[in-house]
């Protein structure tokens, strides 16, 4: 971290050492005791529903702007903000014990890409802006991410017509979406204040989503509490027969990953990524939602999955 000192929320107070914030109530937030008492007692997975889990008591770290933006702290270098961590032993998820509320990532999401949300990271992350943001809002990258998207795809959907709706849930601008149906009105998701680009449809309220015969969350899924249930909404606008498709990046893998988590081997760094996906994770969650696999693979820094609704 860095310039930090000078900052007018900075106190006393906020230092702390090993410090487990999961144990305390959000600050601030209104929320009814037995509501936060149930997020507390963490019984089964939030990927495929499995209550063969295992809790690792501070298995995780919050991160310094993670916890500046959700918790309105900021911490001494070298002290460490503890979360405790859950492992799924049925699909090898890896994430918090209790799930973030969507509350807390609104503090963390409101103005995501935006200057101020930069400026802010930049404090506790220098040189963000000049990689990370940048390379995010790259032209180019976004490009090439589509070419390879579409190549991927061109293998597996034989009839690239008979797609008519596609959706991109998260997807920013759009600009991800694979460009090889020719007959498709494309629309994107997004709840933030990005524009969409040329020839996309944005649409911003869940209640003016339709159905569609293709869907995408691109790296989306390591940044939603509730995995599950995210995908079961979804799913509701994926017309029989319809793909989804999911890529998360590759931060893990699931060799020996249970001993790695329990021995602290592998802690949790929390940040925008609260879920550590692995390929078995990914195709756990589409088995458990009765999703027909068509493909599933590591390609170079991501994992992808592509499947049907039966
Ligand atoms: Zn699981």
Redesign the pocket.
């Known amino acids: 971290m860095a310039n930090l000192t000078g900052q007018n929320s900075y106190s006393e107070s906020s230092k702390c050492q090993n410090m487990n914030l999961f144990r305390k109530s959000p600050r601030g937030l209104n929320q009814d005791k037995s509501h936060i008492q149930s997020l507390l007692n963490t019984s089964f997975?939030?990927?495929?529903?499995?209550s063969?889990?295992h809790v690792v008591d501070r298995g995780g770290r919050l991160a310094y702007f993670f916890a500046y933006r959700i918790y309105g702290i900021i911490v001494e270098p070298e002290a460490t903000m503890t979360v405790d961590t859950v492992f799924?032993?049925?699909?090898?998820?890896y994430s918090t014990s209790r799930p973030f509320l969507n509350e807390e990532l609104q503090c963390l999401y409101h103005d995501y890409r935006s200057e101020k949300y930069d400026h802010d990271r930049e404090v506790f992350e220098p040189g963000y802006t000049e990689s990370w943001s940048s390379h995010f809002k790259d032209p180019m990258v976004a490009e090439a991410r589509q070419a390879k998207l579409n190549k991927y795809l061109e293998k597996y959907i034989s009839r690239p017509n008979a797609i008519r709706h596609m959706l991109d849930w998260g997807g920013g601008d759009g600009k991800c979406m694979p460009s090889l149906f020719p007959r498709a009105k494309r629309y994107v998701f997004e709840v933030s204040s990005q524009k969409p680009a040329e020839g996309i449809s944005k649409i911003s309220i869940t209640e003016h989503i339709k159905t569609y015969d293709y869907i995408q969350l691109s790296q989306v899924l390591e940044h939603l509490p509730q995995p599950k249930h995210a995908i079961l909404d979804i799913l509701k606008h994926l017309r029989k027969k319809g793909y989804l498709y999911i890529d998360v990046p590759a931060e893990i893998d699931e060799q020996d990953l249970e001993r790695r988590v329990a021995t602290k081997q592998l802690i949790l760094d929390v940040h925008e990524h609260i879920n550590k996906y692995c390929l078995e994770?990914l195709s756990?969650?589409a088995r458990?939602l009765g999703l027909a696999i068509v493909d599933k693979r590591r390609d170079g820094d991501i994992y992808r999955l592509l499947c049907q609704k039966d």
């Open positions: 997975c939030r990927n495929c529903g499995s063969d889990i799924c032993r049925e699909c090898c998820f994770s756990g969650l458990s």
